[in-house]
């Protein structure tokens, strides 16, 4: 068993306040409501016959499946005699959770449904890993390279289109969204050592992405390693998982979360919720979906990966390759 990460000692983003994101509303009101329903000592059955609706309207509003209700959220207010603080913490957060996200009024039609979630939650983490197997990290392509990336899934005829703008447009703003803030997550981007070879674009567009590459790597927040060709983890399970991202959002927080892509889907998995006994344990008695995903990042940082500086040669030499 390899160890967990080293946290990271920040309290969460004000993720109750009115700047929060939709996304993360939805997933903090299911939880305020779970814990509620705990302190009442009731069940999501027991819960959902007093308010006169079914198991699975309190299960999916627990677990943030989908919009909440208003009436439902009434109602378990109501039952549960809530007032003061709690009651408009609660009211807060489903006002909050009716708003559209940031890219629902502009670039909802070019949104994969699949990638939703992702971009509703990413600038609420303090920390964010991730893994990408065949391309730079969306969060750092530039322009240039984003687009070259995006012309290959289009018709020819559309490569001028509004949508490519709109694209584009979409990917700059969420880079923005998550860095441009006064205290961005730290961050640590693992790519796989092949993205320095595999040509997207001109020569020119292949500098331009190196170049800014490097850029960012000067930065405080944000460490880019690549994964070595040579390695067997990268050879076998890791390049079968796709890209993958872990989501850590500080003490007080959301649940951290273990985002997996595949071709045009992609799988959530939420840190588990562990009872007082099983805490107490000094390892977990079974492995989830979370815990596993999260040790095969862990495994590709620890055994896959060049360190930082190496990683920075590597760039060096692109850039002199491409020029």
């Not at 990271?8 to 004000?14: F, P, Q, S, V």
């Not at 016959?49 to 198991?55: E, G, P, Q, T």
């Not at 392509?141 to 490519?164: F, K, N, V």
């Not at 979906?289 to 055994?303: S, T």
């Amino acid at each position: 068993m390899f160890p967990d990460p080293i946290p990271i000692n920040r309290l969460a983003r004000h993720t109750a306040g009115p700047d929060t994101t939709k996304t993360a509303a939805i997933i903090m009101l299911g939880l305020a409501v779970k814990d509620l329903r705990d302190a009442a000592g009731l069940t999501q059955k027991e819960l959902a016959k007093a308010i006169l609706v079914s198991n699975s309207t309190i299960s999916r509003l627990e677990n943030a499946d989908s919009m909440p209700e208003g009436r439902t959220v009434e109602a378990v207010m109501a039952y549960l005699k809530l007032d003061g603080p709690a009651r408009d913490n609660l009211t807060m957060l489903f006002s909050r959770a009716q708003e559209p996200e940031w890219f629902q009024n502009r670039f909802d039609d070019c949104t994969p449904d699949y990638l939703r979630r992702l971009l509703g939650l990413e600038s609420v983490a303090i920390g964010l890993t991730t893994y990408d197997v065949r391309l730079v990290s969306g969060l750092l392509q530039t322009p240039e390279y984003a687009s070259c990336i995006l012309r290959t899934g289009l018709h020819l005829t559309e490569w001028d289109s509004p949508e490519m703008a709109l694209r584009v447009a979409m990917r700059r703003e969420r880079q923005e969204r998550v860095f441009g803030q006064a205290e961005p997550p730290r961050c640590v981007f693992l790519m796989d050592e092949s993205v320095l070879l595999r040509r997207a674009g001109s020569d020119e567009v292949m500098r331009g992405q190196m170049l800014h590459l490097a850029e960012l790597a000067g930065l405080p927040h944000i460490t880019i390693r690549f994964v070595l060709l040579d390695r067997m983890i990268a050879g076998n399970e890791a390049s079968m998982a796709g890209g993958m991202a872990h989501l850590q959002f500080g003490r007080g927080g959301l649940p951290d979360l273990v985002y997996v892509e595949g071709y045009r889907k992609a799988d959530y998995y939420n840190k588990p919720a562990l009872s007082a006994e099983e805490r107490a344990k000094p390892w977990p008695t079974k492995e989830n979906d979370f815990e596993r995903h999260l040790q095969l990042l862990l495994r590709i940082q620890g055994e896959a990966c060049a360190s930082p500086m190496e990683s920075r040669r590597m760039l060096d030499e692109a850039v002199a390759r491409y020029s």
